[in-house]
């Protein structure tokens, strides 16, 4: 069974820093990825970042040029270092890593979730 366990979430001022890392155990399938996702109240879950088993990274629009995932095999952590926090980055921070199914990978296991906050 797959756990993902997050790290590093806290509260940072409005142009700050965070780091946030999440521990993976388990079997996770080499050939898909994993990401970051997150949910602000009252809104829905949506995307931040993913790697893919070759490297390849997307990242929304909204963090573009301010966040940066990585993932480092050998510790079977991934990372997302966030920096030039904004207010509008508060939200539950989730690690995610994806499972394959009929060839085709998906995202299907999730931590339980990191809160960052930023205040102005």
């Known amino acids: 069974q797959v756990q993902l366990v997050e790290s590093g979430g806290g509260s940072v001022q409005a142009g700050g820093s965070l780091k946030l890392s999440c521990a993976a155990s388990?079997?996770?399938?080499?050939?898909?990825?994993m990401g970051w996702y997150r949910q602000a109240p009252g809104k829905e879950r949506e995307m931040v970042s993913t790697i893919s088993s070759d490297g390849t990274t997307i990242y929304a629009d909204s963090v573009k040029g301010r966040f940066t995932i990585s993932q480092d095999n050998a510790k079977r952590t991934l990372y997302l270092q966030m920096n030039s926090l904004k207010t509008e980055d508060t939200a539950v921070y989730y690690c995610?890593?994806?499972?394959?199914?009929?060839?085709?990978?998906?995202?299907?296991?999730w931590g339980q979730g990191t809160q960052v906050t930023v205040s102005s």
């Open positions: 388990g079997y996770i399938i080499s050939s898909c990825g």
């Open positions: 995610a890593a994806e499972d394959i199914s009929f060839g085709y990978c998906y995202m299907k296991y």
